[in-house]
């Protein structure tokens, strides 16, 4: 006896994965200021927000560039960080797709039937749950597939500058926020 059809696993899950938009591409570099210089000085795009997330050795900086893309430079913080060995094996370039969904869980179920390897599931955090569909089965292109709560396409209210983000000055708390670092 045989287990079911891919015909029939893809049909028991939602017809549609609930995708809403292509949120940013992410460009992995080793300074930050290099991809300000591309994207923000030469190409007009202005910067929307960014920190330190601390958790995983990374340096955020999101761009929008004129129309309404967002660019995510992304550097490491330390030599262990995923980004790191990135950038040692490829150098500089599109690291990631971001695309957010109305349930990350049902893009999950829906590219999993559909045969894609979903990889890294987190979904511990109400404010933003990921997985990732690995690049050998994403057409060799690492898809982050997430849902959140939170608005990633207008800068935060408290003020904080790129020089804040560049000098190290900010960080991501556990529910997401960009802030200060203490001290």
Known sequence: MTGPSVDDTVASVPADAGLLRTDHVAVAVHDPRDGVAL??????GRFLFGGDNDRQGIRIVQIVLPGGMKIELISPLRDDAPVARFLERRGPGV???TLIFADVEVAVARLTACGYEVVDV????????????????GLGTLLQLADTTMR???PPPSGITLDDVLAGRVVFTDDEQAVLREG
């Not at 979904?123 to 089965?137: D, I, M, Q, T, Y």
């Open 39 to 44: 994207f923000g000085d030469a190409l007009g």
């Open 95 to 97: 690291h990631h797709i």
């Open 122 to 137: 987190e979904l511990g955090s109400p404010h933003w749950r990921e997985a990732f569909v690995r690049p050998r089965s």
């Open 152 to 154: 990633w396409d207008e």
